[in-house]
């Protein structure tokens, strides 16, 4: 017997052969039932397809029927296998297989396969499939944009930075820093935010530094990482340098002058402009080869007082605003000014004066406490700072003689002086003596005559007195 195509309503159909010669014999007969393997005839992916997060773990049921035996069902995900991340149950003809797994961004419409195959039959496979829809937070990255990308960026020209975002949902709101700091859409000082780019208009030294986008949609917020837009400019003179020079006639004082430049290699040139304003290149200089020239410049006369001016220029053009350095003649400081004593105690005395000219130096203002009894330096102060002193552990009731000077590497001015007086117990007093510009030796005399002058009048207090007490004695003696 043959049955040339089996169906499915075939299984476990008994068949019956029977054999017989005679009607005097009973047949002989022997049965076989079909056990038929049967393909699958259904294969679906029963889990709704929604949108999943990134990151978050989900689960997706696949169920097969109608395979004898049961099917065997297998995952893929862009012809990877993930039957690791898989569970089967088998129960008749149905085999329910559950996937577990978490997606990454890089899964958005990826394609998620559940194939079932009936184990005995290769070409019996069914397959159901999902598209994924991976929900993920913003994945950015700043650029410049490709015209720019092989170019020296100078200052005057136009900068275009692109915000690179992958995102799913797309990105709502995209926002950009300059060093952490927002940067407003602001057409008058020429930055403009047109959908993920930022224009900036002639930029300039000013606009060097880090850029980062932000993008932000339903599943979050990111930050791209910072790119440093490099921006070539001409040389601008350097900032905390030092620009005034004091320097005597004939002496030799070397002229620093620093630039910020991109590139930094820079040609440097000097220039001298005196009182009379004439102007002499001055050749005596040196350059590091970068961004810095130091000038030797030796002043003869007072004609060559005056401001030198450093020029330097690189590949992008020359300097704006030349570098000047003030040229002034130096000497000793003069004398503080307006000294007063403004305030005493028992024990103390404060000094107040103002400045006088420095003499194109650094100077130091000092102070000299002459105790007017005992005739002698007893103090002696300074301070760079102002000429503000105050005198401590005085004695009370007591007078003092104060001299003020200043100095610098020149020398010193001359000699303030004024005199003071400490406080007597419950009593408030200042000075009212008013100061006087002096010299050392005229001090030292002042306080040799002060004391000759306060002796004398003790001598005639106590001669006056002896004199009182014996013509006392004279008289009670004649009265007797």
């Known amino acids: 017997m043959v049955i040339d195509i089996l169906k499915r309503e075939d299984l476990l159909t008994e068949i019956t052969c029977q ?18 393997s049967l393909n699958p005839t259904e294969v679906q992916i029963t889990t709704p397809n929604r949108p999943c997060s990134a990151g978050e773990r989900i689960e997706v049921v696949c169920v097969s029927k109608g395979s004898r035996p049961p099917a065997k069902i297998s995952w893929w995900k862009d012809g990877k296998d993930l039957k690791r991340y898989a569970t089967e149950e088998i129960l008749d003809d149905v085999t329910t297989s559950k996937l577990f797994f978490t997606p990454s961004s890089d899964d958005n419409e990826k394609t998620l396969i559940c194939r079932a195959e009936n184990p005995v039959n290769a070409d019996s496979a069914l397959e159901d499939q999902w598209v994924l829809n991976v929900y993920y937070a913003p994945i950015v990255s700043v650029s410049l944009t490709a015209s720019q990308q092989n170019e020296l960026i100078r200052e005057g020209s136009d900068v275009h930075l692109e915000c690179n975002i992958q995102a799913n949902p ?34 300039q030294k000013a606009h060097r ?8 949609n339903l599943e979050g917020e990111s930050i791209s990482d910072e790119v440093l837009l490099r921006v070539q400019f001409a040389p601008m003179c350097a900032s905390n340098q030092k620009t005034t020079y004091g320097i005597a006639k004939h002496e030799e004082a070397n002229v620093s002058c620093a630039v910020e430049a991109d590139p930094p290699e820079v040609a440097f040139r000097w220039s001298f402009n005196n009182t009379v304003s004439e102007t002499i290149d001055i ?8 961004s810095r020239s130091v000038a030797r410049y030796i002043p003869r006369t007072r004609l060559d007082y005056g401001a030198l001016y450093c020029f330097a220029k690189n590949a992008v053009g020359i300097m704006k605003e030349p570098c000047i350095f003030t040229i002034i003649p130096t000497g000793p400081p003069e004398p503080v000014q307006n000294c007063s004593v403004t305030n005493t105690t028992l024990t103390t005395l404060t000094l107040s004066c103002d400045p006088g000219d420095d003499g194109g130096l650094p100077q130091t203002f000092h102070l000299e406490v002459y105790s007017m009894l005992a005739e002698q330096l007893i103090m002696n102060l300074s301070t760079m700072d102002s000429p503000m002193f105050i005198a401590d552990k005085l004695s ?10 200043a100095s610098n590497a020149k020398g010193r001015s001359m000699s303030v002086a004024l005199t003071a007086h400490t406080q007597l117990a419950k009593e408030q007093r200042t000075s009212d003596g008013q100061p006087v510009t002096i010299s050392t030796v005229l001090v030292v ?7 000759l002058v306060l002796l004398a009048i003790i001598i005639i207090f106590i001669m006056k007195a002896r004199g009182d007490k014996r013509v006392k004695i004279f008289r009670n003696t004649r009265e007797s």
């Open 19 to 36: 054999a017989s010669n005679t009607n005097l014999t009973a047949p002989i007969t022997t049965s076989v039932k079909l056990d038929i």
């Open 170 to 203: 797309p990105a709502a709101d995209v926002r950009w820093r300059f060093h952490s700091k927002a940067i407003p859409h602001d057409p008058s000082k020429g930055m403009l935010l047109r959908n993920n780019t930022l224009i900036i208009q002639n930029v």
């Open 209 to 216: 530094g880090r850029y980062r986008c932000l993008a932000s």
């Open 283 to 290: 050749l005596s200089y040196s350059s590091d080869g970068a």
């Open 396 to 405: 009370a009731s007591s007078s003092y003689l104060l001299v003020s000077y």
């Open 445 to 451: 005399l002042m306080g040799t005559v002060g004391a």
